[in-house]
């Protein structure tokens, strides 16, 4: 919608691709990355993004056009030849690879009125009673109510006038030196204006001669043009006003770019009262300071800005936000003054989100007029900035909701406010010393740099990518960059999600869950009062964890069945297999505390738990009601010891049980080591002969991230006859969710069908959690008859849904003096959460790759799991493995530094090679680590950029960049052997040869979908387009296990693949029958050269000589002849071996994958912020199934990558609650985030 907008906005002409990517500046997208979406839509600018396409190779949309035929060609692609049916099992390292409103059923009513006029206003104003006047919301785009904070507040303004269209407040004109901007003006429209008045001014200095003394004076409006720039996103600029964004300045403490901005630069607000025809001007501080009152008796009529700034005037402003775009500031500096030949005059020095409001700092100013001479500013510099630390210590204060933070985090975040107000104004001296040409650091080349900020650079620049993969003809469609087959729908927004699903509203209900959002570990009872059901009249049932336990006795033989099968099962699997009289309890806890459950009873053991769920005609009736008894009718008891971090479970030892230390418990790797019977390392041997070897220890840490998929967790339970369920899911794991759906509603697996179309966006965040939101839903709908429909709010499900386990390392490294890694000792300690959930999986994979792409001969890596009252950490994109690798590498560069090695020589001594044995015994019969090494310092020009990255550094004292290079060994399979398979179903329609396929992986965006339709394409030797997925569905493909653990296309494919093959030689067999039985000399297909498997849309001539498609024959052939045109489909990966601590020896991963990437980061050490200037990766695919997509999933990994280190931080307040609970806080990375 955004790019179609763009496209009849303006002409092309005035676009450039800077233009398109800033629109997309409120756009968040988690799978790709953004380069291919942006590439994409640069070609609506002016140049048509060319420069980018030369190395962006073109999709296959129409199957007819492609590498393979010679219809496409380019540069970055190469078409290599492989004689063979199936790709090889390694990879050629030569190949380049990868790189008055009421609703109905709540408690509230509103009153909106549209106001055409000014004196309407006013005379409105007037008629409302002085004590409801503060209820007044005035109404332009009404963007504030999208600030989390303040979401309440807004609730309670109920008298909404909607001021947007009078004709006063709306317009901007200019009044000599400065322009007059209405009070509903939109940010938007201010904005533009400012943009281009800055490139009008920038014509007249380049056709007119300007003196030098006039050129040095600052341009009001582009000081305010690039500060907006930065300033929300391109929609809430369209719909915010001017007026607005002050109002929240003065009355909420908002940390508002605006207000910061035009109090440095002097502007003033007009002021309309009732009952008066003056309107007073106020100066931004007098507005936001108390001496303006907004008591309901006035409005704000518009704001005066300086258009022109008097002579020898500089003025700068500064922000330092989470991420470039779309974030309220961490801190805001403005800056001007007027430069004199003996002093500075008109100082105003500006901190906006420092003390309780924008405010000035009248005491430095002061100081810089009366103490400081332009002539001597380089020696005096140093005490203003003592002045500025001296007022900025009496001034700063907590922002507001931050209240409640830990005192030793509102203290670092007090530090890092301080320092940069101190080095914004460092900064804004430095450049003011440099324009206007003053004896101070003028001289220092070193700090050139230092005024420049490196993201509103950044927001001047456009970022780029380029691809290169191989294409194999003779395995099309296979390794063809098709497009995703459902990209179309998606792009109109046709497709289909969990949450679009529909039922009809009549009979629709909705649930809302009621959660514990107070104490981490309490007990608490739910008291309902009497007048509930008059306050919310629209509830229909209000469900806890006393409705969830049977009150009948269970199905004796599903019972039966359910105890005689658990010692088959690992204890991940037990959470489907609870004891009937416990159908609330769907996970293990610790010992003497609840686990996983549907509802919690009696006790909480973490804040966003659920305590119950009201189920209502409609989700804002549920919701509200939802909200009511949660702040209301929720009583908690707090219990102790409670274990907030994983600094305090650590320090108390508060570990998970195994079955080492209590018999109940599940089981888990201890340990990782070789040789295997190593239980410690003696490390004397190596610290008493240090002649020999160099030893190093340290720590390292890791933070935890949440998934945030675009579809946050959410089902449709709709009951069916007998009392049998359909759940349409937003899951990763049908099975799960139908095991669990089973157990609450007291049905048998036969009678729960799970169905999911697609989703939006996993992670891991819905393989083992998705179960809470089917599981309420069906619960609702199987109690009620009724179809309920359960999706969660952002903020619910941040609160109630497990995260990426925080991990703790301990390393300590022996090498030689040459570099040689003898002996390294890794000890993990993981934020497990509240209950076991998965993470003990997740700890026996850190531990099974945390030798990543080395090979040492004493090696031990062990590792502990945390309990904390926290939400259940769960599964997450890489599953352990990044955190792992983090500290792994940490330990690398630590004794590369020790020993003032290189760190890329260090590890090249180090790597894998081909034939090595891991430390759990997996000989590695493909290793490429070297080929991809090779590549990627090529590729990437590694040595002559660290070159220039060492002369950048020498040469700026402030700026800094850095290069590095990692290379990456990553293990292919479920660590449990009995999740490596697959089923798939297959079916031809005889009528017009069309084929469904069904399989059990779940298409989340990762485009697994098309990969099976590449495969069955393939292996039936047929077109692509004749080929549908339906839904995944457990009542197609039975047991269908979880879609993560980067198995999906391996598990699936091959299931596809042999339910293609299982067909194709039943309908070889019934052709070569047929054609014997008319001609015994002729055969189908000649079993020597199976030229009917090699050749792609090739037609037998001497059968079909008009050269039509076979295909529809062969199936109605089939057909005729009663040969069944269905076939079932299964794989499992071969030859695996459990790794345990009985059996420390095997082979869990089905193989490997090698990888290695550079990147070149520019970093700011006066305020922290950081660009990443260019990524270069190089994967080892094998023969990739389809290279656009498999490129998709690297780059997105990457920027996900990107966001857990740079932009994405989980806060919890001093009671455990998460304060980074909404976008308004927590933030991924946006489309300036991304390399350049």
Same mark, same amino acid.
């Given at each position: 919608?955004?790019?179609y907008?763009?496209?009849?906005e303006?002409?092309?002409?005035?676009?450039?691709?800077?233009?398109?990517?800033?629109?997309?500046?409120?756009?968040?997208? $988690?799978?790709?990355?953004?380069?291919?979406?942006?590439?994409?839509?640069?070609?609506?600018?002016?140049?048509?993004?060319?420069?980018? @396409?030369?190395?962006?190779?073109p999709?296959?949309?129409?199957?007819?056009c492609?590498?393979?035929?010679h %219809?496409?060609q380019?540069?970055?692609?190469?078409?290599?030849?492989?004689?063979?049916?199936?790709a090889?099992?390694?990879?050629?390292t030569?190949?380049?690879?990868l790189?008055?409103?009421?609703?109905?059923?709540?408690? =509230?009513?509103?009153?909106?009125?549209?106001?055409?006029?000014?004196?309407?206003?006013?005379?409105?104003?007037?008629?409302?009673?002085?004590e409801?006047?503060?209820?007044?919301?005035?109404?332009?785009?009404?963007?504030?109510?999208?600030?989390?904070?303040?979401?309440?507040?807004?609730?309670?303004?109920?008298?909404?006038?909607?001021?947007?269209?009078?004709?006063?407040?709306? +317009?901007?004109?200019?009044?000599? %030196?400065?322009?007059?901007?209405?009070?509903?003006?939109?940010?938007?429209?201010?904005?533009?204006?400012?943009?281009?008045?800055?490139?009008?001014?920038?014509?007249?200095?380049?056709?007119?001669?300007?003196?030098?003394?006039?050129?040095?004076?600052?341009?009001?409006l582009?000081?305010?043009?690039?500060?907006?720039?930065?300033?929300?996103?391109?929609?809430?600029?369209?719909?915010?006003?001017?007026?607005?964004?002050?109002?929240?300045a003065?009355?909420?403490?908002?940390?508002?770019? @605006?207000?910061?901005?035009?109090?440095?630069?002097?502007?003033?607000?007009?002021?309309?009262s009732?009952?008066?025809?003056?309107?007073?001007?106020?100066?931004?501080?007098?507005?936001?300071?108390?001496?303006?009152?907004?008591?309901?008796?006035?409005?704000?009529?518009?704001?005066?800005?300086?258009?022109t700034?008097?002579?020898?005037?500089?003025?700068?402003t500064?922000?330092?936000?989470?991420?470039? +775009?779309?974030?309220?500031?961490?801190?805001n500096?403005?800056?001007?003054? !007027?430069?004199?030949?003996?002093?500075?005059?008109?100082?105003?020095?500006?901190f906006?989100?420092?003390?309780?409001?924008?405010?000035?700092?009248?005491?430095?100013?002061?100081?810089m007029?009366?103490?400081?001479t332009?002539?001597?500013?380089?020696? +005096?510099y140093?005490?203003?900035?003592?002045?500025?630390?001296?007022?900025?210590?009496?001034?700063?204060?907590?922002?507001?909701?931050?209240?409640?933070?830990?005192?030793?985090?509102?203290?670092?975040?007090?530090?890092?406010?301080?320092?940069?107000?101190?080095?914004?104004?460092?900064?804004?001296?430095?450049?003011?010393?440099?324009?206007?040409?003053?004896?101070?650091?003028?001289?220092?080349?070193?700090?050139?740099?230092?005024?420049?900020?490196?993201?509103?650079?950044?927001? *001047?620049?456009?970022?780029?990518?380029?691809?290169?993969?191989?294409?194999?003809?003779?395995?099309?469609?296979? /390794?063809?960059?098709?497009?995703?087959?459902?990209?179309?729908?998606?792009?109109?927004?046709?497709a289909?999600?969990?949450?679009?699903?529909?039922?009809?509203?009549?009979?629709?209900?909705?649930?809302?869950?009621?959660l514990?959002?107070?104490?981490?570990?309490?007990?608490?009872?739910?008291?309902?009062?009497?007048?509930?059901?008059?306050?919310f009249?629209?509830?229909?049932?209000?469900?806890?964890?006393?409705?969830?336990?049977?009150?009948?006795?269970?199905?004796?033989?599903?019972?039966e069945i359910?105890?005689?099968?658990?010692?088959?099962?690992?204890?991940?699997?037990m959470?489907?297999?609870?004891?009937?009289?416990?159908?609330? *309890?769907?996970?293990?806890?610790?010992?003497?505390?609840?686990?996983?459950?549907?509802?919690?009873?009696?006790?909480?053991?973490?804040?966003?738990?659920?305590?119950?769920m009201?189920?209502?005609?409609?989700? /804002?009736?549920? =919701?509200?009601?939802?909200?009511?008894?949660?702040?209301?009718?929720?009583?908690?008891?707090?219990?102790?010891?409670?274990?907030?971090? @994983?600094?305090?479970?650590?320090?108390?030892?508060?570990?998970?049980?195994?079955?080492?230390?209590?018999?109940s418990a599940?089981?888990?790797?201890?340990?990782?080591?070789?040789?295997?019977?190593?239980?410690?390392?003696?490390?004397?041997?190596?610290?008493?002969?240090?002649?020999?070897?160099?030893?190093?220890?340290?720590?390292?840490?890791?933070d935890?991230?949440?998934?945030?998929?675009?579809?946050?967790?959410?089902?449709?339970?709709?009951? !069916?006859?007998?009392g049998?369920?359909?759940?349409?899911?937003?899951?990763?794991?049908?099975?799960?969710?139908?095991?669990?759906?089973?157990?609450?509603?007291?049905?048998p697996?036969?009678?729960?069908?799970?169905?999911?179309?697609?989703?939006?966006?996993?992670?891991?965040?819905?393989?083992?959690q998705?179960?809470?939101? %089917?599981?309420?839903?069906?619960?609702?709908?199987?109690k009620?008859?009724?179809?309920? $429909?359960?999706?969660?709010?952002?903020?619910?499900?941040?609160?109630?849904?497990?995260?990426?386990?925080?991990?703790?390392g301990k390393?300590?490294?022996?090498?030689?003096?040459?570099?040689?890694?003898?002996?390294?000792?890794?000890?993990?300690?993981?934020?497990?959460?509240c209950?076991?959930?998965?993470?003990?999986?997740?700890?026996?994979?850190i531990?099974?790759?945390?030798?990543?792409?080395?090979?040492?001969?004493?090696?031990?890596?062990?590792?502990?799991?945390?309990?904390?009252?926290?939400?259940?950490?769960?599964?997450?994109? %890489?599953?352990g493995?990044?955190?792992?690798?983090?500290?792994?590498?940490?330990?690398?560069?630590?004794?590369?530094?020790?020993?003032?090695?290189?760190?890329?020589?260090? =590890?090249?001594?180090?790597?894998?090679?081909?034939?090595?044995?891991t430390?759990y015994?997996? +000989?590695?019969?493909?290793?490429?680590?070297?080929g991809?090494?090779?590549?990627?310092?090529?590729?990437?020009? &590694?040595?002559?950029?660290?070159?220039?990255?060492?002369?950048?550094?020498?040469?700026?004292?402030?700026?800094?960049?850095?290069?590095?290079?990692?290379?990456?060994?990553?293990g292919?399979?479920?660590?449990?052997?009995?999740?490596?398979?697959?089923?798939?179903?297959?079916?031809?329609?005889?009528?017009?040869?069309?084929?469904l396929?069904n399989?059990?992986?779940?298409?989340?965006?990762?485009g697994?979908?098309?990969?099976?339709?590449?495969?069955?394409?393939?292996?039936?030797?047929?077109?692509?387009?004749?080929?549908?997925?339906?839904?995944?569905?457990t009542?197609k493909?039975?047991?269908?296990v979880s879609?993560?653990?980067?198995?999906?296309?391996?598990?699936?494919g091959?299931?596809?693949?042999?339910?293609?093959?299982?067909?194709?030689?039943?309908?070889?067999?019934?052709?070569?029958?047929?054609?014997?039985?008319?001609?015994p000399?002729?055969?189908f297909?000649?079993?020597?050269?199976?030229?009917?498997?090699?050749?792609?849309?090739?037609?037998?001539?001497?059968?079909?000589?008009?050269?039509?498609? &076979?295909?529809?024959?062969?199936?109605?052939?089939?057909?005729?002849? =009663?040969?069944?045109?269905?076939s079932?489909?299964?794989?499992?990966?071969?030859?695996?071996?459990?790794?345990?601590?009985?059996?420390?020896?095997?082979?869990?991963?089905?193989?490997?994958?090698?990888?290695?990437?550079?990147?070149?980061?520019?970093?700011?050490?006066?305020?922290?912020?950081?660009?990443?200037?260019?990524?270069?990766?190089?994967?080892?695919?094998?023969?990739?199934?389809?290279?656009?997509?498999?490129?998709?999933?690297?780059?997105?990994?990457?920027?996900?990558?990107?966001?857990?280190?740079?932009t994405?931080?989980?806060?919890?307040?001093?009671?455990g609650?998460?304060?980074?609970?909404?976008?308004?806080?927590?933030?991924?990375?946006?489309?300036?985030?991304?390399?350049?």
């Amino acid at each position: 919608m955004k790019a179609y907008l763009l496209n009849t906005e303006a002409s092309k002409e005035s676009r450039n691709i800077v233009d398109i990517e800033d629109a997309f500046d409120g756009h968040l997208c $988690r799978c790709t990355g953004y380069r291919p979406i942006l590439c994409a839509l640069k070609t609506f600018s002016s140049d048509g993004n060319k420069e980018e @396409l030369e190395h962006t190779p073109p999709l296959v949309i129409d199957p007819s056009c492609t590498y393979s035929k010679h %219809s496409l060609q380019h540069s970055h692609v190469h078409v290599e030849r492989f004689e063979g049916t199936d790709a090889p099992v390694s990879v050629d390292t030569s190949y380049p690879m990868l790189k008055v409103i009421s609703k109905p059923g709540t408690n =509230r009513s509103f009153t909106w009125i549209k106001v055409n006029t000014l004196e309407q206003l006013m005379a409105l104003i007037q008629d409302i009673p002085k004590e409801d006047r503060q209820k007044i919301h005035f109404v332009v785009g009404n963007t504030a109510y999208g600030i989390q904070p303040f979401q309440d507040k807004i609730k309670k303004q109920t008298i909404c006038l909607y001021i947007a269209d009078i004709p006063d407040l709306g +317009q901007m004109s200019q009044d000599g %030196s400065s322009m007059i901007a209405g009070a509903a003006v939109s940010l938007q429209s201010l904005f533009q204006y400012c943009r281009l008045q800055v490139e009008n001014n920038k014509k007249m200095k380049m056709t007119k001669k300007k003196a030098d003394d006039d050129l040095q004076s600052s341009f009001p409006l582009e000081v305010l043009y690039n500060h907006m720039k930065r300033l929300a996103t391109t929609e809430v600029r369209n719909a915010g006003s001017l007026a607005g964004n002050l109002y929240l300045a003065k009355m909420w403490r908002f940390p508002s770019d @605006l207000a910061c901005v035009l109090m440095t630069l002097d502007a003033a607000v007009i002021m309309q009262s009732t009952g008066h025809p003056l309107r007073p001007s106020y100066s931004i501080p007098e507005f936001i300071s108390d001496k303006v009152a907004l008591d309901g008796t006035n409005v704000i009529h518009s704001i005066v800005i300086p258009r022109t700034a008097s002579q020898n005037v500089f003025t700068r402003t500064y922000k330092v936000a989470a991420r470039p +775009q779309n974030s309220h500031p961490l801190l805001n500096g403005g800056f001007s003054a !007027q430069i004199n030949r003996r002093s500075f005059e008109d100082v105003r020095i500006v901190f906006g989100n420092l003390g309780q409001k924008t405010q000035r700092m009248p005491q430095t100013e002061k100081w810089m007029k009366t103490n400081c001479t332009p002539q001597m500013l380089s020696e +005096q510099y140093l005490s203003l900035l003592s002045e500025l630390e001296k007022e900025l210590k009496e001034v700063i204060c907590t922002p507001p909701g931050m209240e409640n933070l830990p005192e030793r985090q509102l203290k670092r975040f007090e530090e890092f406010r301080m320092s940069l107000a101190r080095n914004m104004f460092l900064k804004y001296m430095i450049e003011l010393c440099a324009v206007f040409k003053l004896p101070s650091w003028n001289s220092m080349s070193k700090l050139k740099s230092a005024p420049e900020s490196l993201i509103y650079a950044r927001m *001047d620049t456009s970022s780029s990518g380029c691809q290169d993969f191989c294409v194999y003809p003779n395995e099309a469609p296979v /390794s063809e960059p098709i497009v995703k087959q459902s990209i179309f729908l998606q792009t109109t927004g046709e497709a289909k999600y969990t949450q679009d699903a529909e039922m009809g509203s009549q009979n629709l209900y909705h649930g809302v869950y009621i959660l514990n959002m107070e104490e981490a570990y309490a007990k608490f009872t739910l008291d309902i009062p009497p007048d509930f059901k008059e306050k919310f009249p629209d509830v229909v049932k209000i469900f806890t964890a006393d409705d969830v336990n049977p009150s009948v006795k269970a199905n004796p033989t599903n019972k039966e069945i359910k105890l005689r099968h658990t010692h088959l099962l690992t204890e991940r699997d037990m959470t489907a297999f609870h004891s009937p009289s416990n159908r609330n *309890d769907l996970g293990r806890g610790q010992e003497g505390f609840p686990g996983d459950t549907l509802f919690a009873k009696e006790k909480v053991i973490y804040i966003g738990q659920p305590i119950g769920m009201v189920v209502s005609k409609s989700e /804002s009736s549920a =919701r509200e009601a939802a909200q009511w008894l949660q702040q209301n009718a929720v009583k908690f008891k707090k219990l102790s010891p409670t274990y907030l971090t @994983l600094e305090e479970a650590l320090e108390r030892s508060n570990f998970f049980y195994d079955k080492t230390n209590h018999p109940s418990a599940p089981s888990r790797l201890k340990k990782v080591s070789h040789p295997t019977e190593l239980e410690s390392i003696d490390w004397s041997m190596y610290e008493n002969d240090c002649s020999t070897y160099t030893v190093v220890e340290g720590v390292q840490s890791t933070d935890s991230q949440y998934h945030f998929y675009m579809e946050t967790q959410s089902a449709l339970a709709y009951p !069916q006859e007998g009392g049998k369920i359909k759940v349409i899911s937003s899951a990763q794991s049908p099975a799960s969710v139908q095991a669990t759906v089973g157990q609450v509603c007291d049905l048998p697996m036969n009678s729960v069908v799970i169905e999911i179309p697609r989703i939006g966006g996993g992670y891991g965040g819905k393989e083992v959690q998705s179960k809470y939101a %089917s599981a309420a839903a069906a619960f609702c709908a199987h109690k009620l008859n009724k179809p309920v $429909r359960v999706a969660l709010h952002r903020t619910e499900d941040m609160h109630m849904i497990g995260k990426r386990h925080a991990v703790f390392g301990k390393y300590r490294v022996a090498a030689t003096k040459d570099g040689k890694i003898i002996a390294m000792e890794l000890n993990f300690f993981a934020d497990g959460g509240c209950t076991y959930d998965c993470s003990f999986p997740v700890m026996d994979l850190i531990l099974l790759v945390s030798d990543n792409a080395y090979k040492i001969p004493k090696f031990l890596a062990q590792g502990e799991v945390c309990m904390t009252n926290k939400a259940t950490s769960t599964a997450f994109r %890489s599953f352990g493995v990044v955190q792992g690798m983090l500290i792994v590498e940490a330990a690398v560069e630590a004794i590369a530094e020790k020993l003032n090695i290189h760190s890329n020589q260090l =590890r090249e001594i180090n790597f894998y090679k081909k034939g090595d044995y891991t430390p759990y015994g997996q +000989q590695l019969l493909y290793c490429n680590l070297d080929g991809v090494w090779e590549t990627i310092l090529e590729s990437s020009n &590694y040595h002559e950029r660290e070159k220039a990255v060492k002369k950048f550094n020498l040469e700026n004292k402030f700026k800094k960049r850095a290069i590095k290079l990692i290379p990456l060994k990553y293990g292919i399979s479920f660590t449990r052997k009995m999740s490596n398979q697959g089923g798939a179903l297959l079916q031809v329609y005889q009528d017009d040869g069309r084929v469904l396929l069904n399989f059990g992986g779940v298409e989340m965006g990762q485009g697994l979908n098309t990969k099976m339709m590449q495969i069955a394409a393939f292996t039936l030797n047929i077109p692509l387009e004749y080929i549908e997925v339906s839904n995944t569905a457990t009542d197609k493909v039975p047991n269908p296990v979880s879609t993560g653990a980067s198995t999906g296309s391996d598990l699936n494919g091959g299931a596809v693949k042999n339910a293609c093959v299982k067909l194709k030689k039943r309908l070889e067999d019934c052709i070569d029958e047929y054609l014997s039985a008319v001609d015994p000399s002729i055969s189908f297909v000649d079993p020597t050269t199976h030229e009917f498997l090699l050749q792609w849309y090739k037609t037998r001539k001497w059968y079909f000589p008009d050269g039509k498609n &076979y295909w529809p024959c062969v199936a109605h052939l089939a057909y005729s002849q =009663r040969v069944s045109l269905s076939s079932t489909g299964f794989f499992k990966s071969a030859d695996l071996v459990a790794v345990s601590n009985e059996s420390p020896l095997g082979r869990p991963f089905y193989y490997f994958n090698y990888a290695a990437a550079v990147s070149e980061v520019e970093v700011d050490t006066l305020t922290g912020e950081c660009t990443i200037l260019r990524s270069d990766i190089v994967y080892d695919a094998g023969h990739s199934l389809n290279p656009a997509i498999d490129i998709g999933q690297i780059e997105g990994g990457f920027v996900m990558g990107v966001g857990y280190v740079l932009t994405e931080k989980l806060i919890y307040d001093k009671n455990g609650k998460l304060f980074t609970d909404g976008t308004w806080e927590y933030k991924p990375p946006d489309t300036k985030t991304v390399p350049l």
